[in-house]
């Protein structure tokens, strides 16, 4: 596994720590790896994520009404 050495500002270590004791971890490892699991579910581009192409396909087979207007939907 990787180490690395990184500074923080207060604002971020407090942040941190918050995250840490929130989810009951044990260190701030712990918790810098949860935000960024958040941060690759909820920012990231969804084509990175597994199981992209099968939530496409299953898409692309649903049924598709055609509108003229978008005030005909509301």
Do not use: C, W
């Not at 270590?13 to 971890?25: F, H, P, S, T």
């Not at 084509?47 to 049924?63: N, S, T, Y």
């Amino acid at each position: 596994m990787p180490k690395a050495v990184i500074d923080l500002s207060d604002h971020t270590d407090r942040i941190v720590n918050v995250v840490k004791a929130r989810d009951g971890l044990r260190t701030k490892s712990q918790a810098i790896e949860a935000i960024v699991e958040a941060y690759e579910e909820h920012i990231l581009d969804p084509a990175f994520k597994p199981g992209f192409e099968a939530d496409l396909q299953r898409i692309r087979q649903g049924e598709f009404q055609d509108v003229d207007d978008l005030g005909e939907l509301l």
